[in-house]
Structures are given as C-alpha cells and as structure tokens.
C-alpha cells in the first residue's frame, strides 16, 4: 500500500467511508496502464485504486465527482467499449470539481486535501478562492442535474442552498 501521511489516511478513511455510503464503490487493484491521475482508474459505478501508484489521496473524491454527476445510465458503462469517447464532457468536468468541494464540506476536509497544489491545472487556489467567496463555478449544471440548489430558488423552495445537496448521484 502507498505509504500516506498520518492525516491523509485519516482523510481517506472519511473519504471511502463516504462513497461507500453513497453508492461509489472503490476498488483496490493494480493499475498498470497510464491515467490520467495517477493510480486511478474509473469503471462501471466505480473507482479502481492502486495505492502504490496514487500521488493523491484527494483525487479519488474527484474522480468518484466525475460518476456522481454522470447520469445512471451512462455512470453504468463508465470504463467500457460503450462509453462515450469524448466522456465526460466539459460541464460535466465543472460540475464533478463542484461536486468534490460540497463533498470535502460534508466531511469537513480540508480544502487543499481534495484541490491540492499539483491539480486543476494549477488553479486549486483560484477554485478554492471562488468556493470560499460564494462563486461557485457550475452550480447551475449542479441545479440542473437535479444534484443541489442556488440560494434564489433554495429559497423559494425552502430547501438549504449549495453547498448542501440535494442527493449525491444524478438520475
């Protein structure tokens, strides 16, 4: 197993513990083929995992972001032939980095646990600078999906607003 610093194995408990709740489960195997984030992998419903490989132990919950805001249907053929080439597209890539901050939220990690300094194309600050001042980039395709609620129509409705969720994983 990677050998990981005390607090990000605190960390990753919360994490797995989390997805397992929620319906995402993480899979233990090597990963011997590049990916795109080191020592991940994503599969039908599910996020493979080689430890030795993982820089990270942040990125599971963006990757495990990734399935959440894909629709049922299509979170089911993730890692196959019949996926979509051109999975997941760009809304979808916003919406899973939104997805990843409520979740750190819900879990009470660290901001720089999830948007660490080597990912986001080197914009984790900026992305923690906009969700920490209330701009949070792709909510609407997070209200649209069903997934969470702006303020306005939190309101209106009297449901609590994002970063609340409504449900983890889209329909």
């Known amino acids: 197993m990677h050998k990981l610093d005390h607090q990000d194995d605190v960390y990753l408990k919360k994490v797995l513990t989390f997805l397992d709740r929620i319906g995402i489960d993480v899979i233990e195997r090597p990963i011997e083929h590049a ?8 599969g039908p419903s599910c996020i493979y995992v080689d430890y030795a490989r993982l820089d990270y ?27 979509d ?27 720089n646990f999830i948007f660490h300094e080597h990912g986001y194309k080197d914009d ?29 129509r939190a309101a209106k409705e009297g449901k609590p607003a994002f970063p609340a969720m409504l449900r983890w994983l889209r329909e």
């Open 85 to 111: 080439k051109d999975w997941p597209p760009q809304g979808e890539e916003i919406a899973a980095i939104l997805w990843s901050y409520a979740a750190a939220i819900e879990l009470d990690l660290p901001l």
């Open 124 to 152: 984790s600050a900026w992305l923690i600078d906009n969700f920490a001042s209330g701009n949070y980039i792709g909510l609407p395709i997070m209200e649209w999906a069903g997934l969470s609620l702006g303020p306005q």
């Open 35 to 42: 990916t795109f984030l080191p020592g991940l992998d994503l």
């Open 57 to 83: 132990p942040g990125d599971i919950l963006h990757e495990a972001g990734h399935l959440a805001v894909t629709p049922s249907a299509q979170r089911a053929i993730v890692g196959s032939a019949q996926q």
